[in-house]
């Protein structure tokens, strides 16, 4: 048991050292677009909030199907592309 605790309180200081903005659109920038419309950073923190081991995507395109925000409610979204190129500029891709 108290390895399973550690492990969590290790994962959960994980702090990103530098951040950019995306140029252009990519499978990377468009699941990043849906992890920061649904109030987090990355998947990296999503699991972390929401205590996950995996994200529902979808498996024809391998973006993300749901996200669950920190209120509790339901975000879905489409198989296709939702990040228009005049959206991609504010997506904010973290570094580790």
């Given at each position: 048991?108290?390895?399973?605790?550690?492990?969590?309180?290790?994962?959960?200081?994980?702090?990103?050292?530098?951040?950019?903005?995306?140029?252009?659109?990519s499978?990377?920038?468009?699941?990043?677009y849906?992890?920061?419309?649904?109030?987090?950073?990355?998947?990296?923190?999503?699991?972390?909030?929401?205590?996950?081991?995996?994200?529902?995507?979808?498996?024809?395109?391998?973006?993300?199907?749901?996200?669950?925000?920190?209120?509790?409610?339901?975000?879905?979204?489409?198989?296709?592309?939702?990040?228009?190129?005049?959206?991609?500029?504010?997506?904010?891709?973290?570094?580790?």
């Amino acid at each position: 048991k108290k390895s399973e605790t550690s492990g969590v309180m290790a994962r959960a200081d994980i702090k990103p050292k530098s951040i950019c903005h995306a140029k252009k659109w990519s499978d990377e920038v468009e699941n990043l677009y849906r992890f920061q419309q649904a109030g987090y950073r990355d998947e990296v923190e999503y699991k972390q909030v929401k205590q996950v081991d995996m994200v529902e995507c979808w498996p024809e395109t391998g973006f993300v199907k749901k996200l669950q925000r920190r209120d509790n409610t339901f975000y879905y979204y489409n198989k296709q592309r939702e990040c228009e190129d005049r959206e991609v500029h504010k997506v904010k891709i973290y570094v580790y």
